[in-house]
């Protein structure tokens, strides 16, 4: 089976940078996504790591590590607007179905 | 180019209904994955059809069932509505192929009230 942990709430302020952690265990591993959804909106992508190390993607970075199971996402230069859920999400070895963590809900503060 | 359109949005039914719900992917897009989205569970995963054919089933009763077309376009259904099923139903278009390093994109989504 497949477990993702991360935070449940995060408070941030404008103009500050804030990291969301993911853990995961999985039976077999493909890819890890992170998305973000804004209250009743559509999830849309953010980034996909299928390697150790960083991708980044003008504000946003995220991090993987297969070894520890475990991802970072970063998100520099708060604004209001990034106030949003962010899931993390880990694909298996052979499967295309996305396993989801139930979020992480951030707010950005003034 | 289009997104993926599911319909309706917004929906109410009575326990005991069935209800079907729909999604056109984006165009050329051949996978199409469907996920429930509730407060206490998040989103988990209900199936994903590739060429008409279901590649993948996650851990739901068989009250919920789903095909997809020709044209790729795809239904889910869901019979006996119990108040547990509403939610958020989304549902997922891509190539299909394992290297996607662009993501699945989701579409709106429909809101089931089961009353």
């Known amino acids: 089976g497949q477990n993702i942990d991360q935070p449940t709430e995060m408070t941030a302020t404008e103009g500050a940078i804030v990291q969301i952690n993911c853990t995961y265990q999985?039976?077999?591993?493909?890819?890890l996504f992170w998305y973000q959804q804004h209250a009743g909106e559509a999830p849309t992508f953010l980034s996909y790591?299928?390697?150790?190390g960083l991708e980044e993607k003008g504000r946003f970075s995220s991090f993987l590590s297969r070894s520890k199971g475990y991802s970072y996402l970063l998100l520099k230069e708060l604004q209001m607007k990034d106030s949003a859920s962010y899931l993390c999400a880990v694909t298996g070895a052979g499967s295309y179905q996305l396993t989801f963590g139930k979020g992480t809900k951030l707010s950005v503060i003034p | 180019k289009a997104g993926v359109t599911q319909t309706p949005r917004y929906l109410i039914k009575t326990r005991g209904q069935q209800v079907t719900l729909s999604c056109s992917p984006i165009s050329g897009h051949r996978s199409v994955s469907w996920y429930q989205q509730t407060p206490g569970q998040g989103l988990q995963f209900l199936f994903e059809?590739?060429?008409?054919?279901?590649?993948n089933k996650g851990n739901f009763p068989g009250r919920f069932s789903g095909r997809q077309f020709s044209n790729s376009r795809s239904e889910m259904n869901v019979s006996t509505l119990e108040l547990g099923d509403s939610a958020l139903y989304l549902c997922a278009s891509s190539l299909g192929q394992k290297t996607t390093n662009y993501g699945y994109t989701f579409g709106s989504g429909t809101r089931l009230t089961v009353v």
């Open positions: 790591n299928v390697l150790d």
């Open positions: 999985t039976s077999g591993f493909n890819g």
């Open positions: 059809y590739f060429s008409e054919t279901q590649r």
